[in-house]
């Protein structure tokens, strides 16, 4: 009957070619055919283990058993590892041990060792052999160059990538688990077990037999169900047993050199390995020792630029550390990246570490690593980037592109927070070079809808002289587009009323939008609206300028003037400003008829922008978009599916939109017989745009809708009172179209 191999059954999992070859070094041993074993691994895949299982059938086969294992913190005392295999081989008065005390030859204690060796089978094991010191590292190296005649195995086990310069009879090389192996040790253990929580074990231990061996104690002594709604609590217990490996590989180094170690997690790979030593001024060990001892240890990869281990979490690694000390060695490993010409980003990463340095090129490196994330479509990494540059003191034009950068990103992961970094803009201390910075930072709150915070930040800003000439004109021509009604301004010394023919194109943008809501003079809106498209200036003005052209029937003019503003935009910084001009587009391909351009140009929008990005005074609009559209394919059951998440406002709500999306309603009411609810909807929509004096028909005919579901009423008087109204305001506007399609509404 064969050894029986012990039962450390599940870190012994898929070694059956390793026990076996073991077990035949043994037998061969006990014939006379001696042998050196290697063992090699990274920490925790098994080596101590398998060192134990040689022990356990060395004793069931009378073979006697001496071990040693290496320290770090022995790795200097002379001859420490062979003392411990020769305590059990010589009695406490043998003269030998004077020998050892006094560092006699090497050649006469490997002598007396091989000795011992002749006399009865014998397993001589080195744990951890790489921690040897150097006299004891010669003495294995004598041992096996002589044990011909002996019967003798000398088991070494060593971190993978060690050379003792040891001639090796066999040598095995421990390698990760097998994901089958795995399993079937989970199996065993956890009856019940579930898919998922067994593919996120499997996962989550990477073949590391004392890691699975601890999250599996761990399981059974808390009593955690393998269950999927476990899968949260296997993954703590597996990130616990990991730190508690990387703790025992860590326990014994010297203190510097633990240092070292968080000073390499704190770098992260961007500088080499002289500099990281300067990071903890490293004094008590050269580099090459020091990083030799920490490779060793399984602990750090690479050559130059050294890493953690992947198996290591830098997280848990620096959790340990005083707080002063850790932000310390960061801003110091920030400073010399800085210096060597590192990465920006590794550097950024870095100063994430900190709360601020003080130093103007911190600003500038983390708004350049985050513009790289941002672009690389890691907008949460440039978010966190940003918010960092935040703290740093700077001057107010540093500080104030740093918010506008943030705020350009928030306005998709987080708007209410892209709106408080875009206002601070708006209304930030500095001098007329932050000008277009406030311009930009009130475009775009503008373009997502934030129109009453617009009109507030802009009237401070004018009220504080906070730009020059060129960019007041600006951030007023934006104050009055972001409240389209003629409420008076917010403060005495607000803004100005707009002149009716202003010299600034954006004002005259929007100026020519006031007349198109209106409905009034048609001949100057356009020309306004000309003035404006054809300059330069923020997004909001030119659009509504192009918007204006459109509802005056000059879609040509249109159709180009809103494409030279996107092709002005860049992405991904402009897309809430491209997102704003794309919904024009969808009105203007609506106006031409072509639905399937429309269709296109509104999906384009809110793939830019998401809906539940938007601001909620303008969302309604694109509701009431998506609910036109499918009316107008015939789609009722998508429109009403629609209409009902988005219910009809009541009362006068806030915004300027909300009007469309009663529209919107009232169509869908029409189109399902229901009329007294169509006609109620479709005057209160025009109720609402003429409180905002925006009742051109040329712009939203909800007129039209109501007169039809009067008729189907029978209520004939207030259809022709509605009718007239809109003829006389149609011919006031100048369109033929307009005034065609309310010709026909009567006729029919």
Known sequence: MSPRVPAFADILADREIEVDRLRAALAEAADGRPAVVVVEGAPGLGRTALAGCAAAIAAESDIRVVQATGAATEAETPLGVVAQLMAPLLPPDSPQWNDLGAGAGLDRLIRGFLTATRQQPLLAIVDDAQWADADSVRWLQGVARRMTGTRLVLLLTVRSGIELAVPVTYRLRLVPLEPAAVHAALARKLPGLGDRFAQEAVRAVRGNPAVLRAVLGRLGSQRIPPTDESVPRLLDAVAEATSDLVSRTMDGLPTELVLLLRAIAICAGILDFDLVCTVTGLHSWSAPRARALLRNAGLITGEDRPRLAEWVSADRLLAGMPVAQRESMHAHAARLGHLSAAPDTGVAAILLGTKSIGETWAVEVLRRA???????????????????????????????????????????????????????????????????????????????????????????????????????????????????????????????????????????????????????????????????????????????????????????????????????????????????????????????????????????????????????????????????????????????????????????????????????????????????????????????????????????????????????????????????????????????????????????
């Open 370 to 748: 985050a513009a790289w994330h941002n672009l690389a479509g890691d907008a949460a990494t440039a978010v966190k980037l940003l918010s960092r540059a935040t703290r740093e003191s700077g001057d107010p034009l540093a500080r104030a592109k740093v918010r506008l950068e943030l705020g350009e990103i928030e306005l998709l992961e987080s708007p209410d927070a892209a709106d408080r970094h875009l206002s601070q803009v708006v209304v930030a201390d500095g001098g007329p070079e932050i000008g277009p910075l406030r311009v930009r930072a009130a475009d775009l709150l503008y373009a997502r809808g934030a129109g009453m915070l617009v009109r507030r930040t802009t009237a401070d800003a004018y009220r504080g002289h906070k730009a020059d000439r060129e960019h007041v004109d600006q951030l007023v021509a934006l104050h009055w587009l972001s409240e389209l009604d003629n409420a008076l301004p917010i403060s005495l010394d607000g803004p100005p009323r707009l002149a009716e023919r202003p010299e600034d194109p954006s004002q005259a943008g929007v100026v020519a939008w006031r007349l198109a809501c209106a409905g009034r003079d048609i001949e100057r809106c356009k020309a306004l609206a000309r003035k404006a498209i054809g300059a330069d200036g923020p997004v909001g003005p030119r659009t509504m300028a192009a918007w204006a052209l459109a509802v005056a029937d000059e879609l040509d003019e249109a159709d180009a003037g809103l494409r030279a503003v996107l092709g002005d935009l860049r992405l991904p910084t402009d897309r809430v400003l491209a997102a704003f001009a794309w919904t024009c587009g969808a009105d203007l391909a609506s106006r031409r008829f072509d639905r399937d351009a429309a269709e296109q140009a509104l999906a384009t929008a809110l793939e830019l922008l998401p809906l539940d990005r938007w601001h909620r005074r303008v969302s309604p609009s694109l509701v009431a978009a998506q609910v036109l559209m499918c009316l107008g394919h015939g789609e009722l059951e998508a429109a009403q599916r629609i209409a009902r998440d988005h219910p009809a406002p009541t009362g006068l709500p806030d915004g300027m939109m909300w009007p469309h999306l009663l529209y919107a309603h009232g169509q869908l009411r029409l189109a399902n017989g229901d009329h007294e609810q169509a006609a109620a909807m479709m005057l209160e929509c025009g109720r609402q745009l003429q409180t905002r004096q925006a009742d051109n028909p040329a712009l939203l005919s909800w007129r039209g809708p109501a007169v039809i579901a009067l008729r189907a009423l029978g209520r004939t008087g207030p259809a022709e009172n509605l009718l007239a109204a809109e003829l006389r305001l149609a011919e006031a506007w100048g369109v033929p179209s307009v005034v065609a399609r309310v010709e026909q509404l009567r006729k029919d």
